[in-house]
């Protein structure tokens, strides 16, 4: 039976669709939806704030690790069973938190949470690239990619919301219903693709990966609380993560069936598909994790205001998504992308003339363009990158697409976490290097009035408003950062091959499937 044959038309599309979807937003909406409400679970769970993080690092690490062999067990136990059995391990254990009454039982329980929500996003997208024609995969992939990038966007504030509104159990008991209409949607309507009973797994590439993965979300997590490389702990991670990492390349260069296909790593276009998708990880969680608390800390919006002020990045990526998604099968995906990098580039540039004082208006149309653009180059980037993949290896690939992703945000919020508080503390030096009594400036006027240096609390006031200076300065230097990051990824797009074009009245020829 050829693909086109096989795959579901009308309602049964639309159904399977729909639970797919749900999938994602649940696991892309819990990798961020759950930090607002740590100060709250510390109380309850009597956790020092050290040990509360733990919440956030065993979820964390559990996905990483446990995403890699999405592929093997898919093609094993076939991809109906395990995305079922994902689901219905996700949903339990999102209720298990929940009702957790202590700091063990919740990190045990978020560690269940990550090891099967792990194979959620790779097996929701792998299966909406299989359900729909090659003419429709664009839009397919706008769909699905709507829940991938708004959840970490979204998952701040609505994490916040029932906090406040509930408390902060709500975070996770909010999985249930979701959880239950995909699994019930899954049932009736997915069909079983089969399974290789005879399939063997190779444990030591999946060993070595799991400590290099593992290692190095453990390094990038804990790093900032424990001073980076003056810990012995993080110097420990990065030699492991290093040792595990370089293991699994000779491992999977060598091997006769190793745990991922070097073909992977052949194909031109998935190749370069990765390290923009790495590029766009560390854009998409970092400049949220930064923009955040430069509203409260600086700008001096209360937290509610703050995440209204971040909703339109998210309103831009749908809406960005929506259009991306049929310009696809009409334009060069390559020229989508170029124009999304470019307004990605152009946002963070206007953010590094950024101050305290910036009024909402323009705040709100650089939130709208950044979100448009990271929409216009995540559409048409997953339909060429898998555009001149063989079909055997999409699940394979789906899950290092979404391992790679991960990373990259782990990564791009870890250094610009880094560079903010270092930043902060070198230009706090050289800006107080010049406040002495010798300088004219603080001699008269204004200054000398509200900042007198020989008053003690005069004094103090002075030191915080040097704070707020220097931190203004250090969220411009990661700003820059971020464009920096952005701007080469372009360079990628002359890698890759456009993808083959199919009839346009919605027929089924496809060269790939």
């Known amino acids: 039976m050829s693909a086109a044959a096989a795959r579901p038309e009308g309602a049964?599309?639309?159904?399977?669709?729909?639970?797919?979807?749900?999938?994602?937003?649940?696991?892309?909406?819990?990798?961020?939806?759950?930090?607002?409400?740590?100060?709250?679970?510390?109380?309850?769970?009597?956790?020092?704030?050290?040990?509360?993080t733990w919440v956030l690092t065993s979820y964390i690490v559990a996905a990483a690790i446990m995403t890699a062999p999405v592929g093997w067990l898919s093609a094993r136990f076939g991809r109906k069973n395990v995305f079922l059995a994902s689901?219905?391990?996700?949903?339990?254990?999102?209720?298990?938190?929940?009702?957790?009454?202590?700091?063990?039982?919740?990190?045990?329980?978020?560690?269940?949470?990550?090891?099967?929500?792990?194979?959620?996003?790779p097996l929701s997208q792998a299966t909406m690239m299989d359900i729909y024609p090659l003419h429709q995969r664009g839009q397919a992939m706008a769909i699905w990619g709507m829940g991938v990038m708004l959840g970490p966007i979204l998952g701040p504030t609505l994490g916040g919301w029932l906090t406040d509104a509930y408390n902060w159990r709500w975070v996770f008991y909010v999985n249930l219903p979701f959880g239950l209409l995909?699994?019930?949607?899954?049932?009736?309507?997915?069909?079983?693709?089969?399974?290789?009973?005879?399939?063997?797994?190779?444990?030591?590439?999946?060993g070595v990966l799991a400590l290099g993965i593992g290692a190095l979300q453990m390094m990038?997590?804990?790093?900032?609380?424990?001073?980076?490389?003056?810990?012995?702990?993080?110097?420990?991670?990065?030699?492991?993560?290093?040792?595990?990492?370089?293991?699994?390349?000779?491992?999977?260069l060598t091997h006769d069936k190793p745990f991922l296909s070097p073909r992977l790593f052949r194909d031109r276009n998935f190749a370069a598909g990765l390290v923009i998708m790495f590029a766009i990880?560390?854009?998409?969680?970092?400049t949220s994790a930064l923009l955040a608390p430069y509203l409260q800390r600086l700008g001096g919006y209360p937290?509610?205001?703050?995440?209204?002020?971040?909703?339109?990045?998210?309103?831009?990526?749908?809406?960005?998504?929506?259009?991306?998604?049929?310009?696809?099968?009409?334009?060069?995906?390559?020229?989508?992308?170029l124009a999304g990098l470019a307004m990605i580039a152009w946002s963070l540039w206007d953010m590094t003339g950024w101050t305290p004082d910036i009024d909402t208006r323009s705040m709100i149309l650089n939130s709208i363009a950044q979100g448009a653009g990271l929409g216009f180059v995540f559409t048409p980037l997953?339909?060429?990158?898998?555009?001149?993949?063989?079909?055997?290896?999409?699940?394979?690939?789906?899950?290092?697409?979404?391992?790679?992703r991960n990373v990259g945000s782990a990564i791009g919020v870890s250094i610009t976490s880094f560079l903010l508080a270092q930043n902060t503390q070198i230009m706090h030096a050289q800006i107080a290097e010049h406040v002495?009594?010798?300088?004219?400036?603080?001699?008269?006027?204004?200054?000398?009035?509200?900042?007198?240096?020989?008053?003690?609390?005069?004094?103090?006031?002075?030191?915080?408003?040097?704070?707020?200076?220097?931190?203004?300065?250090?969220y411009v230097d990661d700003f820059k950062l971020m464009m920096l990051v952005t701007l080469p990824t372009a360079l990628l797009l002359l890698m890759m091959k456009a993808p083959p074009r199919a009839p346009a009245g919605g027929g089924h020829v496809e060269v790939l499937d």
Not at 392 to 400: F, I, K, S, V
Not at 441 to 470: D, H, K
């Open 436 to 474: 002495t009594p010798f300088n004219p400036m603080v001699q008269s006027g204004g200054a000398y009035q509200f900042w007198n240096i020989a008053n003690p609390s005069s004094l103090a006031a002075m030191n915080a408003e040097i704070t707020r200076q220097a931190t203004a300065i250090a």
């Open 182 to 206: 995909a699994i019930a949607g899954l049932i009736v309507f997915m069909k079983d693709e089969g399974r290789n009973d005879g399939l063997r797994f190779d444990w030591t590439g999946f």
């Open 281 to 286: 990880g560390m854009v998409l969680l970092a």
């Open 12 to 52: 049964t599309r639309a159904i399977i669709t729909v639970c797919a979807m749900l999938a994602t937003l649940m696991q892309a909406l819990d990798s961020t939806i759950a930090n607002v409400a740590l100060p709250y679970m510390q109380g309850s769970l009597s956790a020092t704030a050290d040990q509360i």
């Open 220 to 252: 990038l997590d804990r790093g900032e609380q424990l001073d980076w490389f003056g810990s012995t702990e993080i110097v420990a991670e990065a030699v492991l993560a290093a040792l595990g990492l370089y293991l699994f390349a000779v491992h999977m």
């Open 303 to 337: 937290v509610q205001t703050a995440g209204l002020l971040m909703a339109p990045r998210g309103f831009g990526t749908m809406l960005a998504m929506m259009i991306a998604g049929r310009l696809v099968s009409r334009l060069e995906p390559r020229l989508v992308m």
């Open 382 to 404: 997953t339909v060429v990158a898998f555009a001149t993949l063989a079909p055997e290896l999409r699940t394979d690939g789906t899950a290092l697409f979404s391992l790679v």
């Open 87 to 121: 689901l219905i391990g996700f949903t339990v254990a999102s209720m298990l938190c929940g009702v957790a009454q202590s700091l063990t039982q919740m990190v045990v329980f978020r560690l269940a949470q990550g090891v099967f929500g792990a194979a959620l996003v």
